[in-house]
């Protein structure tokens, strides 16, 4: 039987952290499907088309991952019914930081309560990328800084049509 979990995000834009969380739950799970969110009330950088475009550029371009373990769709819907959709019992859940984790605590337990045969993993990210926050590359892009330990190549590129 295989695994699949569901990695939802905004990857706004995807981050060296994000991957890693993809990495390391390739090791537990066969297959990886990454849920473009597009429900909630942020003002995006990029579109939903552009974050998608973005990510398979990062992951399949940049970084040779494998198109048969990742999957990269775009949502506008509960997280749950995305499980639903993809017979899903897995939610993967990225940590940075102790801050983090209240508010994904809370996620978890709502998600939770909407469908019982669903349970969040969560996973930290190596070290060094613990720090990398999708918010955080902005605002460096932004002031034309190094982007180079934070996110891929492609994403660089499409960050700095944005700021040029």
């Known amino acids: 039987m295989k695994n699949i979990a569901i990695y939802p995000g905004t990857f706004d834009p995807i981050t060296y952290g994000h991957i890693d969380v993809i990495k390391k739950s390739l090791k537990i799970v066969s297959k990886v499907i990454v849920g473009i969110s597009d429900g909630n009330q942020k003002n995006f950088l990029f579109n939903i088309d552009e974050r998608k475009e973005i990510v398979k550029k990062a992951l399949f371009s940049d970084l040779n991952f494998s198109k048969k373990n990742i999957d990269v769709i775009s949502f506008n819907t509960l997280t749950t019914n995305l499980c639903k959709k993809y017979r899903s019992k897995i939610i993967l859940r ?71």
């Open 94 to 164: 990225g940590l940075r930081a102790v801050s983090d984790f209240e508010y994904e605590f809370q996620l978890a337990g709502m998600n939770r309560k909407l469908n019982n045969m669903v349970e969040t993993i969560f996973l930290m990210s190596d070290i060094e990328n613990q720090i990398i926050s999708s918010k955080f590359v902005k605002e460096i892009a932004l002031h034309k800084g190094d982007l180079k330990k934070f996110t891929t190549k492609s994403t660089i590129k499409s960050l700095k049509k944005i700021y040029e």
